[in-house]
């Protein structure tokens, strides 16, 4: 029967990928946020309060509806899901879980429990009905980046945590083997020759981290999916050419599966899932112009009842592409351009504050040396980054290695600052620090971006996790 329904899944997501008009879509949001507002309307006190005296008819309306963010819907669970679910006690859960690191099982013996800390550090839970996540492999296979011609795919997944959610993608034809974060590389190269993966897994800073290890693979993935951190374009083509294998990206957050790559590569919002709306920075025009910068992202998730998420905002910034040709009429993000939280705020030479987006940092410094294995940038006046480099054996003294020496390359990545945010007309000192940066190990996100400017900068709210729900 689960495979039927599988299969009914993946041929049903299929169809509203490559069928759909933009009309079609369109018509296909209203009944999903009518249907679901009726819902809340009757099960979630919180929703039904927030939206009393409101009427609904269409998306127009909707749109009109107040927003949540994170924090607001940490403040109201109890109250905001429908299945009567107590905050605390499922925190107690997902920390005991955490903890133990075992990350299987289902609370209450149905529901599957995510825990994000996001990047901000105010923890989020995320909970899933079971007979949603037990769709998954039909939404993986139609959503997850292979190809139907990959299969069978024996995936190796690497993250810092694993979940319920991620079992519940084990199949006939889909195998997932998982392997923390902290694995070393050489045990990484191991499992995926000895259990004859096919289709790797993780997130770009961990492929970054297997690059010297490349050439030790038996045979190349068919596929490389990434997730959970952005993936500049350079280090696709690197990572690409290493592993002589396509690497595609998935948008995925504890909010939702947000986007997905199609066969030309681009990044689809699945709007058969979420209902996401892209606003320009007065927070009410939306955006539809290709190339068009969204301000502030708002997400319904259509498809969890368990604990609605409606007009969420999240924290990350995106550009908006442009029609893609494989014909589908779902939007394409452009561009992930990271989160609100991880934009750089420094002083111009005129006294103003002039925002420097992320992408472009970590451009400047991947593209830098192809040695540096990590980095982190914390500003902590709004006239003073602190850059930290680990390059991994080459940072420890006496290594022989040809080449540039560490010290060559950090004053080549000073140069290159120097000369990029010139060109910005901001005034800014520099240290670069050479030093190893350890990864955490527990659901805390890598934080690349850190800041110490009190009152300078806005409260992050949600973001890109990489919990599956
Ligand atoms: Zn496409």
Redesign the pocket.
Known sequence: MALLRNLADLIRLNWHFCRFSERQIQRYHQRAVLRLLAMVRRKSPFYRELYAGREVRGLPDYRGLPTISKSLMMAHFDRLNTAGLKLDEVLRFALAKEMAHDYLGYYQNRYVVGLSSGTSGNKGIYVTDRRLTQRLPGVFLARGGIRLRDLPVRILFILRVFSQGFADINAPLIQLRYLPSMTESEKIIAVWNETRSNILMAPPSLLRQLLPYAGQINRPPRRIITYAEVLEPEEKSRISAAFRAPVVEIYQASEGQIAS??????L?INEDLVYVELLAADGRTPVTQPGERVARMLVTNLVNTAQPLLRYEMNDIIELGGP?????H?R?IGRIIGRNDDVLHIRTLAGGLRAVYPDLVSRWIITTDDRIREFSVEQDADDHLAITLDLGSLAEPGDGSAGDSAEDISNRLRRRFEQELAAFGVDCRLDIKLQPIVMPTDNRKMKRFRYQVPGVFPEPSSGQADQPT
């Open positions: 790559p199609c066969r030309c590569g681009s689809h893609c040709p494989c014909g589908s779902f394409v």
